[in-house]
Each structure stands twice: as C-alpha cells, then as structure tokens.
C-alpha cells in the first residue's frame, strides 16, 4: 500500500511534448482514473509511473521513495495492459505465478497465492489452460490475476476493458470495483471512455494536451467543469454549447441565444456573471437540463418552443435535437412527451445547471 | 482442405459411378493437374536422380555388374569412412550450433539498435553469407597461407607462436567450421531477427514489471516464443551444412590425409578422382538416411507444438 506523487512532470518524445509539467498526488488506497481523448499523455503518464518510459524532467513518488531511476521490476508495481500481454506460452498458472517465480518465492506460497487469486477472479478452473484456449473476457481476468498474486503497492490498467464487447465491458467494469474494494490498493486507471471514468474513480483526472485541465469526485468533474474542454468531455451525449450574449434584462441577467431565443439567468448566478454583462459568451448546457414542458415549472427554469429536427428514441429516453442559429441542440425528453420532426415542441431548459465560457480562456465562469 | 476431400469421397459413393466430367471438374483433380508442371520438374531433377544413385550405388566399379550391397560392405570395412562420418557429424553440428548463437546474440543486437541504423547493419552483416562461398572462401585460404597468413602475422608481432592452420589436422577441421559459421551465421541472424520482430514488445513489457532483467527475458519470453523458427532454422542448416561441399573442398580439399573430409567432399574424390562413381554415389546415399532422423525429430517437436500455441 502507498500513495503515488508526481511532480512537474515532462515528457518529450524527440521535440514533441508528450505531457507538458503535470502535478498529481494519489493517496494510499485511492482509484483515481486518468481520461481524455488519445494523445492526452494519460498513456504515457501511467507509463512513466510504470517506469517503462523515463521522464524528461520532474520526480515521481511511489511511497515515500523517489523512483525516477529504479527500473520497473524495483519499483514494487503490476500493470494490466490493454491487450492482456499474456505470456502465449505458458499455462494461466505459470502466467500468474510468473513475477512470484522470479523473486523465488517458495513454492507452496506461489500455489496459495494464485489459487487466492484465482478464487477472487472466478477462474480456479481455468489454472491448466493457455491464454489461446480463453475467451477474452477470461484472458482480461487472468491479467488482472497475474497483477493481484503480486500483492504489489499499486496497481496500473492501461485501458484493460478496450479490447472486450460492450456487454463484457460493463460486467468487467463492476468487477474491477468489487475487486478494488476487495483488494484495497492505490490504482491508477487509464481509459479515454468517460463512463468508465466516472463510475470507478474515487477521484477523475482528466486530461486534455499533456496537462490536467481538472481533478475532482465524479460529481465534481460533471457538475463544476472547470473548462469548456471537462464540461464536454464528460457527460453523453455531449453538452450543448451555444454562443450568446450576456444582456441586463431590468433587475435580472439574461442570456440571448438567438432572434427567437433568450433565457433568464437565475438570481443565484447573477452576482457571479455581472461583470461580463455585454460580453459574448459560450452557453453550455447538458442535454439531460432540457426536457419535456410539465405543467409545473421550477424555479430557475425556462420554457420555449422549438423546431424539432431530428428525433432519436432511445427507449427509455428520447434525444430531440433543434437548431439554434444553426447549432444543433440536443436535449433529453420522455419518449411519451416526444414530439414528431417538423413540428413545434415545448422544451423546459433547467438553468440552475447552466453554465457560461469565456471564449477567449474556455475557462468555465 | 478437409473437408473438400471428404465431400469428394462421398459423391462418388453416393451416385455409384464416376462420369469423367466430373472426374475433371472435382477440386482435387483441378488442383492435382496445376502442380503437375512442378511435380514434373522434381521427379526429373530430384526422384530421379535419387533412384539412378541408388542404381548406381550397386554397381561395379566398371559399372558392368550388379553387385547389390557389395560396395556397402566394403565402405564399412575401411577406417576412411568412419573417420568421414565422425567429421561429417562433427563438421555440421558444431558449426550449425554456433551459426545458431552467433545469429542468435547478433540478432539481439541488431534488434535493440535504433531503427534507423537497423538496416545498415542489417545488409552489412549479411555480406558474408550474400558472397559466393566459392570466393569468400578464397579469400579465408589466403588468410589461413602458411606463408602469407594475416593471423599469423599478427601472431607474430604479439610474440604468439605461429599455426599451420590448415596443416595441422585439428587445426585444419577448426578452419573449416570456422569459415562455415562465417558464412552461415547471417542466416540465422536474419531468421532470428524476424523471429525477434514478432515477440510482441508487450511481453518484454509485463515481463519487466513482472521483476524479469534482461537474461530472463530473453530465456522466459524470447527463447520459448521463437523455438519452432530456432529448430526449422536448425534443421535447415543441418542439411545443408551436412551436404557442404564448396568450402572443404577450396580450403583443404579433403586434407591433411582426408581428416577434413565430409560426405560430400569425399564422395566426389572417390568418384570422380577415384574413377569408382558407384562407390562415391554409396557415400552419398549415407547422408539420407542420417538427415531422416534428424529431421523426424526436429519436426515432430515443431508440429507438437504448433497445435498447443
């Protein structure tokens, strides 16, 4: 058990900068997931914890030792990497017990602690086969056991679920919560898949260029954005981002979309968007924030009519798509309140949720 | 394949009678008719050469009368012989064991150069087997000259007695494995560079993390998944080497008093400076049934295999 520390840490692969000075402290037991889109640097960060690349400069911590210059097999680490790298040649057995061989561990303790593991993976009976004889799924959990037997101080998934089918994805996900809250070890989990993201992480990082743009809860990342790049990136289907005007409306804020379209800024956000009356601005808003027109209306909400252009159901939902001064706007309704394309619906957008980007910085208001 | 032959067996068996239209239109047929030209061409230059040796390996000296196994008993009975089949066995095992490790470490160097110097050294270091043995080994006669010898020239000014390299019997023998590992070592590393390539960098990888250094990568992850290209390259190498010709006979032709001399090399001096053709063809036929066995077991270890990876 041990936390992980990253200082200032750069990566330059020949002149290119892989990930440009990032700072990340994991505490001792803690999932932290790092996401973003390929070529963010999550790779190569999990990488250079692993020590299977070197940083160009800053200091990497795993306990209290600095392992900048201990080679990988010193540094007391397992990684499950995306395709398994199951050794083709040796039985599911050999494969877990591998690392243990090597540090010579006595026999009866090698057979003990992979049938430990074996047991929590569900895969005692497939201890005598070869990765080639295993389905995916199970080859993905002998991965996983030959990483648990090792008992190390942290674990490291380099986008382990990428190669499964949706479904087993899914199913893998849970598992891998159940066994981190069995085998309680500071995990570091690579994933560009959002979802993944935020149903495993204790904390999010997430990733954007080389740099973290925000750490924080799940709740955090999706609620409180910190840029417009978070604000898209989490969340499915994306959020909408409209370019708007900022203009006082008597005592009141409101936002202007378009001709036909101008929405009231709540009173709890007005003392927070004031100085940027007159302003152009980026409106962001979650689909999920625009449904179907009840009778009642909450506080802080709007009601309009749109244009339906596209309809999408989902089943238990349905996607309705409108354009606003041609931005397409995606919003989340009850599939029995959806409407047909070409007609006119009533929308209610929730503006509690709302959020506002400077276009200059993209840094959430 | 399978199971188009089976559907073959049964059409027949079904309809009772064969027409020989569709005698001609089965897949087996068309398939059997375009590699005629090849099998043409093997039983001309390989089956048939094989059974004429065989023929003549009966025969008289003069080649007048059948002698069945006579020139056999006599092979048997001469020490020459013996001494040929030790240093055939000799010839192509030593060397084919250290053509192996030479390519085998070469390979691992070259694989782990940057990959942009990778091809330089990668043609460069296949010159000696790209050179006609025939000249190469020219040159190694030069180098090995009693009186113009560079080793020992070089032995000389570093005060080390000079060699009769290719006087003295075991220095002789030495030679010539020597320039056959010369020679022949590109090809393993070529062979094993390949082999090297497909060993997904991912192993090495998990085995680093896993506490492997680089010895036990190479002995956990590299030897095992490059085995079957290690021993069809061995085999490979077997046959020929066992079979060379070219080299013994430039360098020592055979000497000092045939203690170089192997199948090949000898059996050409029995027949054609000897006059007796049946006898050199006998020599010939030994190689056969040696490189059988060999083969049997190499290859039913690679088939074993092939059906568990």
Redesign the interface.
């Given at each position: 058990m041990a936390q992980v520390a990253l200082r200032n840490i750069v990566k330059m692969f020949d002149r290119t900068p892989a990930v440009q000075g990032i700072d990340l402290d994991i505490s001792d037991r803690e999932f932290i997931v790092l996401v973003g889109p390929s070529g963010c640097g999550k790779s190569t960060t999990l990488r250079m914890i692993?020590?299977?690349e070197e940083a160009t400069s800053g200091e990497i911590y795993i306990g209290d030792q600095l392992v900048n210059d201990v080679?990988?097999?010193d540094r007391d680490?397992?990684?499950v990497?995306q395709?398994y790298?199951?050794?083709?040649?040796m039985t599911v057995f050999e494969n877990m017990s591998?690392?243990l061989r090597?540090?010579k561990f006595p026999k009866p303790e090698i057979r003990e602690r992979v049938q430990a593991a074996a047991r929590i993976l569900d895969i005692t009976n497939l201890l005598d086969r070869?990765p080639?004889q295993l389905s995916g799924g199970q080859r993905q959990r002998v991965a996983m056991g030959?990483a648990i037997v090792?008992n190390p101080k942290v674990f490291l998934f380099d986008e382990p679920l990428s190669n499964l089918d949706a479904k087993l994805r899914v199913q893998m996900r849970t598992e891998i919560k159940k066994i981190h809250q069995t085998v309680t070890t500071t995990t570091v989990y690579v994933t560009h898949d959002q979802v993944e993201a935020m149903t495993l992480a204790d904390r999010v990082v997430i990733m954007n260029g080389g740099r973290i743009d925000q750490i924080g809860s799940p709740h955090e990342v999706y609620h409180k954005p910190r840029t417009q790049f978070v604000a898209g990136f989490i969340g499915s289907p994306t959020m909408n981002f409209l370019p708007c005007r900022l203009v006082e409306n008597g005592a009141g804020l409101t936002v202007r979309l378009s001709d036909w379209l101008a929405l009231p800024v709540p009173p709890s956000r007005e003392a927070r968007y004031r100085p940027r009356v007159g302003q152009e601005m980026i409106f962001g808003l979650r689909p999920e924030h625009i449904r179907e027109g009840r009778g009642d209306m909450p506080p802080g909400s709007a009601a309009f009519d749109a244009r339906l252009d596209v309809v999408e159901p989902m089943g238990m939902e349905t996607m309705v798509y409108f354009i606003v001064d041609g931005v397409e706007v995606c919003g989340r309704v009850d599939p029995a309140a959806a409407g047909n394309v070409g007609e006119s619906m009533r929308l209610v957008a929730d503006l509690n949720q709302m959020h506002l980007i400077d276009p200059r910085t993209e840094v959430v208001i | 394949m399978a199971d188009v032959v089976a559907r073959d067996i049964r059409i027949p068996a079904r309809s009772g009678q064969l027409s020989l239209h569709k005698f001609a239109r089965r897949k087996s047929t068309i398939a059997f008719l375009m590699a005629l030209p090849l099998i043409a061409i093997i039983a001309c230059l390989v089956i048939y050469p094989a059974f004429y040796s065989i023929h003549l390996a009966s025969l008289n000296k003069s080649m007048t009368k059948f002698v069945g196994f006579g020139n056999f008993e006599f092979l048997f009975r001469r020490n020459t012989f013996w001494m040929v089949v030790e240093q055939s066995l000799l010839f192509a095992i030593t060397a084919v064991i250290f053509k192996a490790v030479v390519g085998f470490i070469v390979a691992h160097f070259v694989h782990n150069l940057p990959s942009q110097g990778q091809r330089k050294w990668r043609g460069m270091l296949l010159i000696p087997w790209v050179i006609p043995p025939a000249m190469s080994t020219l040159a190694w006669l030069w180098l090995f000259d009693p009186s113009y010898s560079a080793f020992n020239w070089v032995f000389t000014h570093l005060g080390i007695p000079q060699v009769a390299w290719l006087g003295n019997p075991y220095w002789a023998r030495f030679c010539v494995i020597l320039v056959n590992i010369w020679v022949g070592s590109p090809f393993f590393m070529i062979m094993y560079l390949a082999a090297l390539k497909s060993v997904p960098e991912q192993l090495h990888e998990a085995a680093a993390i896993d506490g492997a250094n680089w010895f036990q990568k190479i002995w956990y992850i590299n030897l095992p998944m490059m085995r079957n290209i290690i021993q069809i390259t061995a085999l490979f190498s077997l046959i020929v080497t066992f079979a060379n010709f070219d080299i013994v006979k430039i360098l020592t032709n055979g000497g000092p008093v045939d203690q170089t001399h192997v199948f090949a090399t000898w059996a050409f001096t029995l027949a054609i400076w000897g006059n007796d053709i049946p006898l050199g063809a006998s020599v010939s036929l030994f190689m056969a049934p040696i490189l059988a066995i060999a083969a049997f077991f190499i290859l039913r270890n690679v088939r074993r295999r092939g059906n568990e990876a």
């Open positions: 692993a020590g299977l080679p990988p097999k680490i397992a990684m990497f395709n790298a199951l050794y083709p040649h591998f690392g090597l540090k070869r080639k030959r090792r | -």
